[in-house]
């Protein structure tokens, strides 16, 4: 059973536009959330995180919103651009568990000029 | 600054032989760790370290044997390679502090024919 979820294999957005990648989780141990950016052929790079005693953290046109209660976190791009287009992955970590990663499915994001 | 790097690049291999995975960070990172990225499922975790000497099984670590002598090295050793193996393999490291980032390697393409 997948812990860490990514439900929209893929999303198109305009350029200049906001982008908005989403992920729920199910484990209520998670106490740091992820996103990594992935281009072809690349390893995924670190995006930006969150700590669950936070409900938001900013990063230039990056956003991450946790809602605990809800057990869902989002990335916000804005603006979007056309080099932004990646596979974007949501990962979750718990204390205690040496912060081993659980990584969701991952979503295409694909930003049209 | 290399950061994470894996060798080889790509791979194929016939079933039933075996080989090694090369990883090796130089940012003198305690954590280290393998994954598997399977297509929709996102990346998954085989083995990590917490340090030289240690190990423990990820998610799913059937198959696979890893070692670390050294704070540097963490490779990943198919004994007896089978086409559910075939998949793109990364390697991570980070930091001993909790909330640090993982960073991966460009990762090995691995096919099991």
């Known amino acids: 059973d997948q812990q860490v979820k990514q439900n929209s294999p893929s999303l198109s957005v305009q350029e200049g536009r906001i982008s908005i990648l989403n992920c729920d989780y199910t484990?209520?141990?998670?106490?740091?959330f992820l996103w990594y950016k992935k281009y072809p052929a690349e390893g995924p790079t670190f995006l930006i995180s969150i700590s669950s005693i936070k409900d938001k953290n900013e990063d230039g046109r990056f956003t991450v919103f946790l809602n605990k209660s809800a057990k869902h976190l989002s990335l916000h791009i804005v603006p979007s651009q056309p080099g932004d287009s990646a596979v974007y992955f949501c990962a979750a970590s718990a204390s205690g568990s040496a912060r081993q990663l659980t990584f969701g499915s991952g979503t295409q994001l694909t930003v049209l000029p | 600054n290399a950061g994470v790097t894996q060798t080889p690049k790509f791979q194929v291999l016939k079933t039933g032989q075996s080989m090694t995975l090369q990883c090796a960070q130089d940012m003198n990172h305690e954590y280290m760790s393998w994954y598997r990225q399977d297509p929709g499922m996102g990346l998954r975790l085989i083995h990590y370290s917490v340090g030289a000497g240690i190990t423990d099984q990820g998610e799913v670590p059937n198959g696979y044997n890893v070692s670390r002598s050294t704070t540097e090295d963490f490779p990943l050793r198919l004994l007896s390679a089978a086409p559910s193996q075939t998949s793109v393999y990364f390697c991570?490291?980070?930091?001993?502090?909790?909330?640090?980032?993982?960073?991966f390697g460009d990762g090995t393409r691995l096919s099991i024919l």
């Open positions: 991570a490291s980070r930091g001993g502090a909790n909330n640090q980032p993982q960073h």
């Open positions: 484990n209520s141990m998670f106490d740091y």
